[in-house]
């Protein structure tokens, strides 16, 4: 009897410990590094990070976690983790690159303080700092990764290119830094599935081709070659390098370049592309300051672009410099971009299309969708703004909504939006409720149509300068309700009934509310309440201006990307001065409001330190001062677009 009993223990206790066996191996497990020294583990697989010297280090514990089972966690304390094991391209996490090949989070203390690196400086470094394979899943927080530096030339294998990060999986960085990296295929990052950017900056990373082949290099911040997502989200592009050193070499997309064999998603919200620099040799040129996006034959592939700003990029170097913000569009497939609440200012190009070049090669279509954006400030020798471009038989279309392009200058033609189609392809550009204003170049201050289709609704161009067609040159279709302010050059044909020209009486570019700035129609313009409510998409289709307040205002709408609403009355500035920032109010002070002209009212405050401005014209900048014998206080700046309340000022 006993010995049954003694049998059946025996079982269940094997049974148990088979069970926490199997528990503990698919279970998650968590590794705290405690050194930096780059060491391997001494037993990989026994769930224990223990190198030779009974350390855990950062590859020791990538290796155990590659060889335990389950989504594992790495504790990575502040310091800095240098590479100094020595192996070429092995995925096997022995030396060189650390390789994860599992599941796995890497919690960092913070971007400042952990660093992840292949060399001590930038340059050195015979490999890259972080490989991601065979599809695992990785979330990698509080880092920084630099200095990796991955071939000096373009070979064909995909395992020479990433800098950085080389990501065969799906990667997350929340909260990183990837800077001061190299590679001709990604200086930063090459992204060969699925990865999320949060918070993160791309900075200082380099895409170079050095060597003597004439071949191109792509992605000084990131490429990716993936049919994947690719999401950024409140994160930085700067200072990122795509250089092709060689006669005809080029580098394409400073920032990010991307292509999909099988089609790609791109979302960016909330995020900066700023000075990022594409330039080569020769005939090779800079192509795409910030992001140079192509779409592959047979595919289709999707990029927006939200609440997000664009500028001070550069396409330069060679003779195809193009796209110093962007470049792209379709070999065969089919692309979409949408453009929404972004400010795409500031970036030049040393050719062509200080914006966006926008390039169908397919016979695919090609289209890009601008919705509350604003265009200001880019420059190149040809088209400042935008050129849309089918060189192939597709079609390729821009939709401009409630948007403004301003201050964009060319010297030569195009100073805003340009249209040029082949015999065989299609192009096709819309605008409505649309500003175009401010902008310079030699032919076509504004608008300049060599051949396509460009269409005007509920559209200002005014106040552009060229030495032919100074607001329009060419021919372009209305479709009613537009303002021109000078049709010298132009051929206007299509609905006119209602267009108007002269002067719009805009005023400067500024902050008249909502994320992006714009030209106001200042009091008496020309342009206010002219399209009846439910007229030509007035309050119907279109039902807010770009800054997001509802058309129309009164009965009818007004023309351009501001919607103003009533034109008689005034508003209101009020608020207080105080003697101290206790909360007492300073009585008989003066405030003076000073307009752009010049003109001054005055005001003197009363009981509580209180002021107001009765039937200020909104549309205007304003400068609010206080004068007080014992107190000095700073002026205020304000842009008024309705009534200004609780305006505060406490002594210096």
């Not at 990433?162 to 065969?168: C, E, Q």
């Not at 807010?544 to 009533?566: L, Y």
């Not at 007080?628 to 200004?644: A, K």
């Amino acid at each position: 009897m006993n010995k049954v009993v003694n049998r059946a223990l025996n079982i269940l206790l094997m049974m148990f410990f088979v069970a926490m066996v199997s528990i503990n191996t698919a279970s998650a497990a968590t590794f705290v590094v405690n050194t930096t020294n780059d060491t391997l583990d001494a037993s990989p697989g026994n769930g224990v990070c223990l190198d030779a010297a009974g350390a855990c280090s950062l590859r020791a514990a990538i290796g155990e976690a590659n060889a335990f089972a389950g989504d594992d966690v790495i504790t990575l304390p502040a310091g800095t983790y240098t590479q100094s094991l020595v192996a070429a391209d092995d995925d096997a996490n022995s030396g060189g690159d650390w390789d994860i090949t599992s599941n796995i989070t890497i919690n960092g203390s913070g971007s400042g303080t952990t660093i992840i690196q292949a060399a001590v400086t930038p340059a050195t470094a015979t490999e890259r700092v972080m490989h991601v394979t065979n599809t695992s899943t990785v979330l990698m927080v509080g880092v920084t990764i630099r200095n990796g530096n991955k071939a000096s030339t373009l070979a064909a294998a995909a395992a020479t290119r990433g800098g950085g990060i080389r990501n065969s999986g799906s990667l997350t960085l929340q909260n990183c830094i990837i800077s001061g990296n190299n590679s001709p295929g990604g200086g930063g990052i090459r992204n060969e599935l699925n990865i999320t950017l949060t918070g993160t900056t791309v900075s200082g990373n380099s895409c170079l081709n050095n060597s003597a082949a004439t071949v191109s290099c792509f992605g000084g911040g990131m490429y990716s070659n993936a049919t994947g997502t690719i999401t950024i989200s409140n994160s930085t592009f700067t200072g990122n390098v795509a250089n092709g050193f060689n006669t005809n070499s080029a580098g394409f997309g400073a920032g990010m370049g991307i292509e999909g064999a099988g089609g790609f998603t791109l979302n960016i919200t909330g995020s900066n592309f700023t000075n990022n620099t594409a330039q080569g040799t020769g005939t090779g040129g800079g192509v795409g300051g910030a992001i140079r996006y192509l779409a592959a034959a047979g595919t289709t592939s999707n990029i927006t672009i939200t609440n997000s700003t664009i500028s001070g990029n550069s396409a330069t170097s060679g003779t195809i410099s193009t796209g110093g913000a962007m470049q792209g569009g379709s070999v065969g497939g089919t692309v979409t971009m949408s453009i929404t609440d972004t400010t795409v200012s500031g970036n030049s190009s040393a050719v062509n299309e200080g914006a966006i070049a926008h390039i169908n090669t397919s016979t695919g279509p090609s289209t890009i969708n601008i919705l509350r954006s604003t265009f200001s400030g880019n420059s190149a020798a040809s088209i400042a703004g935008i050129r849309n471009n089918p060189t192939g038989t597709g079609i390729s279309t821009v939709n401009v909504t409630n948007s403004t392009f301003s201050g964009n200058n060319a010297t030569g033609a195009g100073g805003a939006i340009n249209s040029l189609q082949t015999t065989a392809g299609t192009s096709v550009i819309n605008l409505n409720f649309a500003t175009i204003a401010s902008n310079t170049s030699t032919q076509g201050g504004g608008i300049n149509n060599v051949s396509g289709t460009i269409n005007l609704k509920n559209t200002i161009v005014g106040d552009n300068t060229a030495a032919t067609g100074p607001d329009i040159s060419g021919t372009v279709n209305s479709q009613d309700f537009n303002h021109i302010e000078n049709t010298s050059g132009a051929t206007i044909g299509g609905a006119t009934g209602n267009n108007a020209t002269g002067d719009a009486g805009l005023l400067a570019l500024a902050n008249y509310g909502g994320p992006t700035q714009t030209h106001f129609p200042g009091v008496g313009s020309a342009v206010r309440n002219t399209i009846p409510n439910g007229t030509n998409d007035c309050g119907n289709v279109i039902t807010n201006d770009q800054r997001g307040v509802s058309r129309p205002q009164v009965a009818s709408c007004d023309k351009g990307s501001v919607e103003v609403g009533a034109t008689a009355a005034g508003v209101t500035i009020s608020g207080r001065a105080f003697s101290s920032t206790d909360g007492r109010g300073l009585t008989g002070a003066i405030v003076r409001l000073t307009d752009q002209k010049g003109s001054v009212r005055t005001v003197v405050t009363g009981r509580l330190g209180s002021f107001t401005f009765e039937d200020v014209q909104p549309g205007q900048t304003y400068v609010v001062s206080v004068s007080s014998r014992r107190f000095n206080f700073t002026p205020r700046v304000i842009q008024v677009v309705d009534n200004v309340v609780g305006l505060e000022f406490v002594p210096e």
